[in-house]
């Protein structure tokens, strides 16, 4: 399958969500520079050719990127309220948050009514705080891509604060969030309108999520818009860092089709789409017919030693028995989707394993939202291979809970079994 082409019986799911998927981070983005205004003096955003809507949805057209313009409130008694509040958990979430989830459920409920939503945030707290719900509401209807035909194509917007909230609240409240098996519903879209917001808050790498998810459980499209992350940083494989950001531009998308052979890399911008200026296939050597196994003692990890959810201390011990020096080193990113997205630019000894912080039956499982799509990106970039703690596949059929699955490795397949076994002799240790 080809991603690229007429093909591909996804190409419209999957420019409709690319273009919805840029518009909720050209809001984001909005939002972050008024919290952190862009130097005028700084060189590190780009322009690039844009894609036009009429014509093939993939093909480059003359139009350039511009810095997306700040978010000002309309009144001087809006310009003191709150950008954040914080959940039950303590975690922060933003303006940004809502207005985010609220665009991409219209576009993709606006084309595909018969699909079910699961996102992160519902509305409560928008209707228990008329001044933070006009806050999200002036945000989302101010947000829209410059390019008329782009943003006409995504479709109606909510044209009210109360069609805006019941949108958020689609993505809370389908039957899917009991948790249990969904037989034939039907397929379904996840969401994540902003992964990592607390070092969003700060500047730093975050990311928002897309993916349609099969009956099954089975992720057919995976999008992550990383609107920090320069371009060259992901053309290049470069290491991704929290304080190397494109304060200018838009940032990057990724994007895969299940079974398409590759992720895609390209610009965003504020209209249309850009042009692919990456495609990652791992499975492929330009001087070899066979890949050469991964070393061991080569692996780099990618892990968040802040992360209130994982244990990185279980992570360094299987480092040491894998035979990895310190001096190899390490990304160390927030965000989760980020750490994916380290993943898919980096090389194939990049590995990720994460262990929960409390034993099995004891952790509460990870939500769905932190890992649909950005799995099966990688994936779709070369041989790797993504599994729980126990060898078994990610099962995104059980609602909003991976209740199914506990813990994560995601590594190049030559090396996934070794990796599996330390990991394995390492809580084994940790429960004696």
Same mark, same amino acid.
């Given at each position: 399958?080809?991603?690229?082409?007429?093909?591909?019986?996804?190409?419209?799911?999957?420019?409709?969500?690319?273009?919805?998927?840029?518009?909720?981070?050209?809001? /984001?983005?909005?939002?972050?520079?008024?919290?952190?205004? %862009? @130097? $005028? #003096? +700084? *060189? &590190? !955003?780009?322009?690039?050719?844009?894609?036009?809507?009429?014509?093939?949805?993939?093909?480059?057209?003359? /139009?350039?990127?511009?810095?997306?313009?700040?978010?000002? %409130? @309309? $009144? #001087? +008694? *809006? &310009? !003191?309220?709150?950008?954040?509040?914080?959940?039950?958990?303590?975690?922060?979430?933003?303006?940004?948050?809502?207005?985010?989830?609220?665009?991409?459920?219209?576009?993709?409920?606006?084309?595909?009514?018969?699909?079910?939503?699961?996102?992160?945030?519902?509305?409560?707290?928008?209707?228990?705080?008329?001044?933070?719900?006009?806050?999200?509401?002036?945000?989302?209807?101010?947000?829209?891509?410059?390019?008329?035909?782009?943003?006409?194509?995504?479709?109606?917007?909510?044209?009210?604060?109360?069609?805006?909230?019941?949108?958020?609240?689609?993505?809370?409240?389908?039957?899917?969030?009991?948790?249990?098996?969904?037989?034939?519903?039907?397929?379904?879209?996840?969401?994540?309108?902003?992964?990592?917001?607390?070092?969003?808050?700060?500047?730093?790498?975050?990311?928002?999520?897309?993916?349609?998810?099969?009956?099954?459980?089975?992720?057919?499209?995976?999008?992550?818009?990383?609107?920090?992350?320069?371009?060259?940083?992901?053309?290049?494989?470069?290491?991704?860092?929290?304080?190397?950001?494109?304060?200018?531009?838009?940032?990057?998308?990724?994007?895969?089709?299940?079974?398409?052979?590759?992720?895609?890399?390209?610009?965003?911008?504020?209209?249309?789409?850009?042009?692919?200026?990456?495609?990652?296939?791992?499975?492929?050597?330009?001087?070899?017919?066979?890949?050469?196994?991964?070393?061991?003692?080569?692996?780099?990890?990618?892990?968040?030693?802040?992360?209130?959810?994982?244990?990185?201390?279980?992570?360094?011990?299987?480092?040491?028995?894998?035979?990895?020096?310190?001096?190899?080193?390490?990304?160390?990113?927030?965000?989760?989707?980020?750490?994916?997205?380290?993943?898919?630019?980096?090389?194939?000894?990049?590995?990720?394993?994460?262990?929960?912080?409390?034993?099995?039956?004891?952790?509460?499982?990870?939500?769905?939202?932190?890992?649909?799509?950005?799995?099966?990106?990688?994936?779709?970039?070369?041989?790797?291979?993504?599994?729980?703690?126990?060898?078994?596949?990610?099962?995104?059929?059980?609602?909003?809970?991976?209740?199914?699955?506990?813990?994560?490795?995601?590594?190049?397949?030559?090396?996934?079994?070794?990796?599996?076994?330390?990991?394995?002799?390492?809580?084994?240790?940790?429960?004696?």
């Amino acid at each position: 399958m080809n991603q690229n082409n007429n093909n591909n019986p996804l190409t419209h799911e999957l420019l409709i969500a690319s273009l919805a998927i840029q518009r909720a981070a050209l809001l /984001t983005k909005r939002v972050l520079q008024t919290l952190s205004p %862009p @130097s $005028s #003096s +700084s *060189s &590190s !955003s780009s322009t690039y050719p844009s894609t036009p809507i009429t014509g093939h949805p993939f093909f480059p057209s003359s /139009t350039t990127c511009l810095t997306p313009s700040p978010y000002n %409130p @309309s $009144s #001087s +008694s *809006s &310009s !003191s309220r709150r950008l954040s509040i914080a959940k039950a958990d303590a975690s922060p979430v933003t303006i940004a948050d809502f207005a985010a989830q609220a665009l991409l459920i219209s576009a993709i409920h606006h084309h595909f009514p018969h699909d079910t939503f699961i996102g992160e945030e519902d509305s409560a707290s928008l209707r228990a705080d008329p001044d933070l719900c006009l806050s999200v509401w002036e945000l989302v209807s101010t947000t829209r891509l410059q390019d008329p035909q782009a943003e006409e194509l995504l479709g109606r917007r909510p044209e009210t604060v109360g069609e805006m909230l019941g949108l958020i609240d689609l993505g809370c409240c389908s039957t899917r969030e009991r948790g249990s098996k969904r037989g034939g519903e039907g397929r379904f879209w996840s969401m994540d309108p902003i992964d990592g917001t607390s070092a969003f808050l700060k500047g730093e790498q975050y990311a928002v999520s897309l993916a349609l998810i099969d009956a099954d459980g089975r992720e057919l499209l995976g999008l992550l818009a990383c609107p920090n992350l320069p371009v060259w940083t992901a053309v290049r494989g470069e290491r991704i860092e929290e304080g190397k950001v494109d304060r200018e531009g838009m940032g990057v998308l990724l994007s895969a089709v299940r079974g398409g052979g590759c992720a895609l890399v390209r610009p965003m911008g504020e209209g249309g789409l850009n042009a692919v200026v990456r495609r990652v296939n791992r499975r492929k050597s330009p001087s070899r017919t066979r890949l050469e196994a991964v070393k061991m003692e080569e692996l780099h990890f990618v892990d968040s030693r802040v992360s209130c959810a994982t244990d990185s201390g279980m992570v360094g011990r299987l480092a040491e028995r894998a035979g990895v020096r310190e001096a190899v080193g390490r990304t160390e990113i927030y965000s989760s989707h980020m750490r994916y997205a380290a993943m898919v630019l980096g090389g194939r000894e990049f590995v990720q394993v994460r262990f929960p912080k409390k034993q099995k039956g004891e952790a509460a499982p990870w939500c769905l939202w932190d890992h649909a799509g950005s799995q099966l990106i990688y994936s779709e970039s070369g041989a790797g291979k993504v599994t729980d703690l126990e060898g078994r596949p990610i099962d995104f059929g059980t609602g909003r809970k991976l209740t199914n699955n506990w813990g994560l490795i995601t590594a190049d397949e030559s090396v996934h079994g070794k990796i599996l076994e330390l990991a394995g002799e390492v809580i084994k240790d940790a429960r004696r």
